[in-house]
T-cell receptor
Framework: KAGVTQTPRYLIKTRGQQVTLSCSPISGHRSVSWYQQTPGQGLQFLFEYFSETQRNKGNFPGRFSGRQFSNSRSEMNVSTLELGDSALYLC???????????????FGPGTRLTVT | AQSVTQLGSHVSVSEGALVLLRCNYSSSVPPYLFWYVQYPNQGLQLLLKYTSAATLVKGINGFEAEFKKSETSFHLTKPSAHMSDAAEYFCAVSGNRDDKIIFGKGTRLHILP
């Protein structure tokens, strides 16, 4: 089975621009979660999508948004980029479980976003 | 609500020595607990998970962890460290009713030759 893929792997943007990151989950997985990882804050949960619906949301401003498509692929968008948005953005997929629970997650390699 | 505390942001051990990475959790419901490892420039890889079955959980690469409810701990151990174990390790918790997985700040493991 192919793992979780994320594109692009590296991205450089300037302040004020917007960016879209893409995540393809493991085949058959219906849940996709997004995390922001920085040296100072560690891993912070952004949001989770399950069957095209946002199921959980972290404490990030509205500039951070996401969506999930019918094939379970997910995108996240960051508008009006700030220097502090520079981070590794990780996507994780899980089966969602029989009751919709995520259980363990499988991570992609991440997208390294640098905002200048 | 769930939370995780990892004691020690950096741990150094000699090659061949015991590895002990500490994790304490807080959960209002019986928790699901995980350990993940992250190698440089890579995503996180699941090492092992506790899901209320056996309290001693064996994972990949010779790692294991023991769930101790009375101590609210889930420490990660490996009897003999190898140079390839150098990485960052994350403890994580998830509750029954909340699908979010909450990660600790991570512990960077250094292996000394």
């Amino acid at each position: 089975k192919a793992g979780v893929t994320q594109t692009p792997r590296y991205l450089i943007k300037t302040r004020g621009q917007q960016v879209t990151l893409s995540c393809s989950p493991i085949s058959g997985h219906r849940s996709v979660s997004w995390y922001q990882q920085t040296p100072g804050q560690g891993l912070q949960f952004l949001f989770e999508y399950f069957s095209e619906t946002q199921r959980n949301k972290g404490n990030f401003p509205g500039r951070f948004s996401g969506r999930q498509f019918s094939n379970s692929r997910s995108e996240m968008n960051v508008s009006t980029l700030e220097l502090g948005d520079s981070a590794l953005y990780l996507c994780a997929s899980s089966s969602g479980g029989t009751s919709g629970r995520s259980h363990e997650q499988y991570f992609g390699p991440g997208t390294r976003l640098t905002v200048t | 609500a769930q939370s995780v505390t990892q004691l020690g942001s950096h741990v150094s051990v000699s090659e061949g020595a015991l590895v002990l990475l500490r994790c304490n959790y807080s959960s209002s419901v019986p928790p699901y607990l995980f350990w993940y490892v992250q190698y440089p420039n890579q995503g996180l890889q699941l090492l092992l998970k506790y899901t209320s079955a056996a309290t001693l959980v064996k994972g990949i690469n010779g790692f294991e962890a023991e769930f101790k409810k009375s101590e609210t701990s889930f420490h990660l151990t490996k009897p003999s460290a190898h140079m390839s174990d150098a990485a960052e390790y994350f403890c994580a918790v998830s509750g029954n009713r909340d699908d979010k997985i909450i990660f600790g700040k991570g512990t960077r493991l250094h292996i000394l030759p």
